[in-house]
């Protein structure tokens, strides 16, 4: 049986990371995006000039009728999902909690929140055995803001990745017998554009010093742990949440 995965937010940062690292693994991949699909286009050239499978697939995930659509797709392309990453998410601009709109609110936890619960649910239904399934894998990027809270930034943020921690044990032990791995990586500072979506382009070169090992991370390094959490070589790890964040 080929091994497939989905990864939401594939087409830049972490899931672009991801999707690549999966690839050279042996996966097929179906890299999501939201709205660049150019970015997406790329990832998929690299993989498929690199002798492997993949697809892109246009869906926002906080809109169940798109994230129906996208699993479909899947399905229809690419065969029966062994492997999900939830990477799709979002930050805002900074603030502190009292100048937070509920519209803000909403979006981040539509789409950090609900957006990975059903990409989830959809996964389940594919690899559980209950379900006729095979078993796989289910790794969800969270933050280490989810236990540094993220004051005067990204409180919203942080609870949102703290409800994705607490999702990831819960659904773990869930469907630990139905042949699933539930697992959770959870970044420190890495050199990504989601610090410029927030306001703060240069937020990881200056809180760089802050970390431990005096440096911010790379999207790989964070990448190499969730293809490592998918695979068959974390096959006893499940409900784990793995913090890549340098010591911070």
């Known amino acids: 049986m ?11 940062g972490i899931g672009a990371a991801t999707a690549l690292q ?23 050239r690299r993989i498929r000039q690199g002798g492997g499978t993949a697809i892109t697939v246009q869906a926002d995930v906080a809109e169940e009728s798109q ?3 996208m699993f479909e797709k899947v399905d229809a392309k690419l065969g ?3 492997a999900l990453v939830n990477n799709a998410g979002v930050v805002d601009q900074t ?7 509920v519209a803000r609110l909403k979006r981040m936890f539509d789409i950090n929140v609900i957006g990975t619960m059903v990409c989830a649910r959809e996964a389940v239904k594919r690899m559980s055995t209950r379900y006729g399934g095979a078993g796989g894998a289910i790794v969800n990027v969270s933050s280490a803001a989810a236990r ?8 919203d943020y942080a609870a949102a990745k703290g409800a994705v921690d607490v999702f990831t044990i819960g659904l773990a032990k869930e469907v630990a017998a139905e042949g699933i791995r ?25 809180l760089a010093p802050q970390v431990p090992m005096q440096r911010a991370g790379s999207a790989d390094e964070v990448a190499q742990s969730i293809v490592w959490l998918l695979g068959d070589a974390s096959s006893y790890t499940t409900g ?8 911070r």
């Open 240 to 247: 784990a949440l793995l913090d890549i964040a340098g010591g």
């Open 182 to 206: 539930v697992n959770a990586v959870r970044p420190g500072i890495i050199e990504t554009d989601i610090h410029a979506s927030g306001g703060l382009p240069d937020r990881a070169r200056d």
């Open 67 to 69: 994230v129906l659509a």
């Open 148 to 155: 540094l809270g993220s004051p005067g930034q990204y409180v």
């Open 95 to 101: 603030s502190r909690v009292d100048g937070m709109s």
């Open 80 to 82: 029966r999902l062994t």
């Open 22 to 44: 999966a690839a050279r693994a042996g996966y097929a991949v179906a890299v999501n995006y939201t709205a660049n699909s150019l970015a997406a286009d790329e990832v998929v």
């Open 2 to 12: 080929s091994n497939i995965v989905l990864i939401t937010g594939g087409s830049r």
